[in-house]
């Protein structure tokens, strides 16, 4: 019943949505491409991936996760994954090895309770620097492989001038909200490459029904995609695709519809990979970049990513290959344009790593008494810069090293030595009691504990 009640609730708040803001839902939808195309093009070119698999199965899980969760959660390639698979020409077998390996783990740690547990002791400084610095390198990624290489005026349909024409756009949509950006600049992006293709790749032979076939990975399959690539990956999903996800997912819906829970989330990229994989589908996750961008372009119910879901289940079921063409040829530099954006979007959250009401509440007892007064504003400042710390190392430590495991672990190691520094102040003053019985306030406001 309380499925049936909250299926409910959901699909009510889908349609209102829908129905007040059709543009807005339509744009954002289109949101998280400009990480989805690259990756499953360049896969499926390669032989790593059955594309209209890919296009099932990414679509299906679209399907449901707008009906269930009722936000815009995006349907990501393994970023990973996708990177060894395309760097190393992995087999079909290869790449669903890994994405099979992922699966088996994902959900071994949302049946055990270990993502939970990892919600509960992360500190939220350390969520909001993974956050902060996938947001960077999205940005990064946007400006140097896929605006930077373009010329100013060549080709004629996709160079740094329409880039620049397509970033005043994004400035004018800031400051007037209800221009559906990406529907529009995707759009123009279609119109382009449309052209492009009619006179290059006029035939659509490659088109028809789709026909699943069965891939099964053998022995150095598993064990080429299990070490190369699926080892890679797994502190990536666990802290950007799960973690990092409800934590942004509660600061942009606080009300409704309810935050998704880590395991929930965990069995959903796990379910996934665990069907999708088996027919040669491309490995797949959500992400807090994916979230951030199609909230950015208007998203805000899960109708936006039903709307994608069933576009991409129909071009898999009668299109399939004869897409990638059209694909190919769309311009990278309204592509680049829009993952900017996205990334941009995503970097924000980290602007309110210093807030909270723990800290206003003790500055606040501080009562009449001017010096206290002054001594608890002093607190906060401190508190404020320890939380900003924390974020700041664990930004670096991945974007220096590419690593969200490398960042995490530098993270921990700063708010553990923010946290020694804080006992071993209050020890020095015959204050260890006072201390603990205030950890929900000045050791948790410092460290951002949960």
Not at 207 to 221: D, R, Y
Not at 246 to 266: E, H, K, R, V
Not at 301 to 315: A, E, M
Request: charged fraction near 15%.
């Amino acid at each position: 019943m309380a499925l049936r009640q909250h299926l409910r609730a959901v699909t009510e708040y889908n349609i209102r949505t829908l129905q007040t803001s059709l543009l807005a839902e339509l744009s954002g939808a289109l949101g998280d491409l400009g990480t989805l195309l690259p990756l499953m093009i360049a896969m499926a070119l390669r032989g790593s991936i059955d594309l209209p698999a890919t296009l099932v199965f990414s679509g299906l899980a679209n399907i449901f996760t707008g009906v269930y969760y009722g936000i815009p959660l995006p349907v990501q390639p393994m970023k990973a994954i996708a990177a060894v698979a395309i760097s190393q020409n992995f087999s079909k077998q290869e790449t669903m090895a890994a994405g099979l390996t992922m699966g088996i783990a994902v959900f071994a740690l949302s049946a055990s309770g270990t993502l939970s547990w990892l919600n509960r002791v992360v500190p939220v400084p350390i969520v909001k620097g993974i956050q902060v610095s996938a947001g960077l390198a999205l940005t990064i990624s946007a400006g140097s492989s896929m605006i930077q290489p373009l010329g100013w005026i060549t080709p004629g349909n996709d160079n740094r001038l329409l880039a620049l024409a397509a970033f005043a756009f994004l400035i004018i949509t800031a400051l007037i909200p209800r221009l559906p950006y990406a529907l529009l600049v995707f759009s123009l992006g279609l119109v382009l490459a449309a052209a492009i293709t009619s006179t290059t790749s006029p035939s659509i032979s490659q088109a028809g029904l789709w026909h699943p076939s069965i891939v099964i990975p053998n022995a150095q399959a598993w064990r080429t995609g299990a070490i190369d690539a699926a080892i890679p990956q797994l502190p990536l999903t666990t802290l950007n695709s799960i973690l990092a996800v409800t934590s942004l997912a509660s600061t942009l819906f606080p009300n409704f519809p309810p935050t998704p829970t880590t395991t929930s989330i965990g069995f959903s990229v796990a379910l996934a990979n665990l069907v999708g994989c088996w027919f040669g589908a491309m490995p797949i996750c959500h992400g807090s970049g994916g979230v951030a961008g199609q909230y950015r372009f208007g998203a805000r119910s899960g109708s936006s990513i039903v709307i994608l879901g069933i576009v991409k289940l129909v071009l898999g079921l009668t299109v399939g290959e004869a897409v990638v063409p059209l694909l190919q040829r769309f311009p990278r530099s309204l592509l680049g344009v829009m993952v900017l954006a996205a990334g941009v979007e995503l970097a924000k959250v980290g602007q309110s790593v210093g807030d909270g009401e723990e800290v206003w509440g003790r500055v606040d007892e501080a009562g009449d008494d001017e010096r206290a007064g002054h001594e608890g504003k002093g607190k906060v400042e401190e508190e404020r810069k320890g939380r900003w710390m924390v974020m700041l190392v664990t930004v670096a430590g991945c974007l220096a090293f590419k690593n969200d495991a490398v960042g995490f672990s530098a993270g921990m190691v700063w708010y553990w030595g923010l946290r020694v520094s804080i006992w071993v102040e209050h020890l020095r003053h015959g204050r260890v009691r006072l201390g603990h019985e205030r950890r929900g306030g000045e050791e948790s406001a410092i460290l951002g504990s949960r």
